[in-house]
């Protein structure tokens, strides 16, 4: 596949773009607290330039200190902070790429802790995700951030951006005068939809005046805010309408708000390109060109996007992520060496909702791109790896960049561990698309996997490895419940794995989030689930919009869920349940334990015992999470 719609150029203001490849603001917080531009921030862009993106929209610049919506963004709110953003566009458009800086006010969605203030908002109502009640703002106030907006537009196009994009979707200050949801005010800047407009049209003629006309001027928007008493695509349809007419050059279709924020970052339970038919719905009202984004992943949608007529750019925020060099493999024709965004949310969402710099579960690269750390090793060490699971095939792919003589050994007949095990639930199966990758990679690297070998501290001994990664991983804990030996009662991954069946009525031990998923999976089965867990609540440790799809699944799915509920005995066709001081007892053809795991790490000690010094990742080191294993992995073979 040529791939021919994806790379052609496109000309907007007299720029040309070279292709449709789009990167979308996505807040890094690798700036400074004051929102100046560090090596780090400019690295981590000039690194997709590198990999050929053809427009690169920048995270959220905010127009002011108390429009922040997180504590490390990037800042032209005054004149101190041009000169390390030029220095960004300078490198960015250096590799060919176009360059848009997105500008906002977080409004109500920001708190106190971040902005050292109240937030403000249309009106005083409290964001769901932040602990204040915002501050409605005066109409002098008002002005004043019309005025921001376009003072902040001068600077960028003083930085040498080609353009910004005026962020009025995902709920933030913008929006929130445009939508009823959270625009209640009975003044000029209320109540029906013209009146609501007058924010941003004052906005997009207050940049124009400041920056003229071979400036390009976008808009971003939540075609649907999929919240009661939000904006609907037709409310946006005749809202496009009148930023074109007030000189809008593009127009960045989206949805979702924080209290839908599912929708404003799409796991991996959502269909790819799920909202395409918005901006094709977009597209029928306008004349400019739109982008789309949400869920694509890949670029042969990418392309089917682009040649089917519903948008004229794609915007792969996430996938830039797991591979910034992803537009240059797709021209090669390199697509086997490419990383696919599974869709977890949780390096890109879950970390910087804790307001810290954001990481990729499968690319222990990003954030790091400023530091020089990937430099053949001076001298080649003869590595093994033990185990071929996340960890240790990461730590296996980065030893041997840096010129190191790897061998992989793992007891089973395949690799990924846990990692393969979580692909199995629904919704889930690209991740094993990670998996294939890591073997891929490998094998380009002319890196070796013994597949059922179960080494001993001896057997590495013997072979005079010069270093030993021990990726071991984790086996499943059994709790002390009476009758938990039954032949009834089996463990989550012997289920998941195919080792095992069940029978119609299941009682899945453990709701974490291996268990909740395990119950997901039996319920798609169409079989009678019961979930017990002792916390008062379940799948805490998953990412916000993943778990919001897991819950919804498991209440489609009727699975029954017992939370703060113990369990006291399992018996031959039933469990006895307690929950405070009340028993209960329910019915159970077969019991699944899914009560989490212990490090194996048996070969570690053995090697520690017998002097030698080895590097412990992953679950083998502490029982976690992917993001974990593959940062470790990487950390491991750059100490080699």
Request: aromatic residues 8%; contains cysteine.
């Amino acid at each position: 596949m040529a791939f021919e719609s994806l790379f052609t150029p496109y000309v907007l203001k007299g720029k040309t773009i070279k292709n449709r490849f789009t990167v979308p603001a996505m807040v890094a917080n690798y700036c400074t607290k004051d929102g100046f531009a560090t090596e780090r921030y400019i690295a981590y862009h000039e690194k997709k330039a590198k990999g050929g993106w053809g427009l690169i929209i920048t995270e959220d610049y905010a127009v002011d200190p108390l429009g922040k919506g997180f504590s490390y963004v990037a800042g032209l709110w005054n004149d101190d902070q041009i000169e390390g953003h030029s220095e960004l566009t300078k490198r960015v458009k250096a590799h060919g790429s176009t360059i848009i800086a997105q500008i906002y006010h977080a409004g109500r969605q920001t708190n106190e802790g971040v902005i050292g203030d109240i937030p403000v908002a249309p009106s005083p109502l409290q964001c769901p995700f932040s602990p204040n009640i915002p501050k409605e703002l005066t109409i002098k106030e008002i002005e004043e951030i019309v005025s921001k907006f376009g003072d902040t537009a001068l600077r960028a196009k003083k930085c040498g951006f080609d353009g910004i994009e005026i962020h009025g979707g995902h709920g933030y200050l913008v929006a929130e005068f445009m939508s009823l949801y959270s625009n209640k005010r009975v003044d000029e800047y209320g109540g029906k939809l013209n009146n609501r407009m007058k924010f941003p049209l004052e906005i997009i003629a207050d940049i124009r005046k400041k920056c003229g006309d071979d400036f390009i001027v976008g808009f971003r928007i939540s075609a649907d805010e999929f919240i009661e008493g939000g904006r609907t695509i037709e409310d946006t349809k005749a809202i496009v309408k009148m930023l074109e007419e007030a000189g809008v050059d593009i127009v960045h279709v989206s949805a979702g708000v924080y209290a839908s924020a599912d929708a404003v970052v799409p796991p991996y339970y959502t269909n790819h390109g799920w909202i395409t038919d918005f901006a094709l719905a977009v597209k029928g009202v306008c004349d400019i060109p739109v982008i789309t984004v949400g869920r694509i992943n890949d670029p042969f949608v990418a392309e089917s996007v682009i040649v089917s007529g519903k948008a004229d750019f794609v915007a792969m925020g996430r996938a830039s992520l797991v591979d910034p060099k992803l537009p240059i493999k797709t021209k090669e024709g390199r697509l086997a060496e490419a990383r696919q965004c599974i869709g977890c949310n949780h390096g890109c969402l879950g970390i910087l909702f804790a307001d810290q710099p954001i990481k990729c579960v499968l690319n222990p690269e990003l954030g790091n791109e400023y530091k020089d750390e990937l430099k053949k090793s001076d001298s080649s060490k003869n590595v093994a790896v033990v185990g071929a699971g996340p960890a240790g095939l990461e730590a296996a792919i980065y030893a041997a960049r840096l010129g190191h003589q790897v061998t992989v050994f793992e007891k089973s007949d395949k690799a990924g561990g846990q990692l393969y095990i979580a692909s199995i639930p629904p919704a889930k199966g690209e991740i094993a698309a990670f998996i294939q990758w890591q073997l891929n990679t490998l094998g380009q690297l002319g890196v070796s996997i013994m597949y059922n070998t179960e080494v001993t501290a001896k057997y590495l001994a013997d072979h005079s490895f010069d270093k030993i990664i021990i990726a071991t991983g984790a086996k499943p804990t059994t709790p002390s419940i009476p009758g938990v030996e039954l032949p009834h009662v089996v463990g989550a991954t012997d289920l998941l794995t195919g080792k095992v069946s069940v029978g119609f009525n299941v009682v899945v031990i453990g709701g974490g989030q291996v268990g909740a998923e395990t119950a997901s999976h039996l319920g798609a089965m169409l079989k009678g689930v019961t979930l017990v867990e002792m916390l008062p609540g379940i799948a805490l440790e998953e990412a916000m919009a993943p778990r919001i799809h897991l819950l919804k699944a498991l209440e489609n799915r009727k699975v029954n869920i017992m939370v703060n509920t113990v369990v006291e005995e399992i018996k031959e066709a039933s469990v006895v349940l307690k929950s405070g001081d009340t028993l209960c007892e329910v019915l159970a053809d077969s019991v699944v334990i899914a009560t989490g795991s212990t490090s194996d790490n048996g070969l570690a000690k053995d090697l520690e015992e017998k002097g030698y010094c080895v590097h412990v990742i992953g679950d083998a080191a502490e029982v976690g999470n992917i993001l974990g294993a593959t940062e470790q992995g990487y950390q491991a073979a750059l100490s080699l």
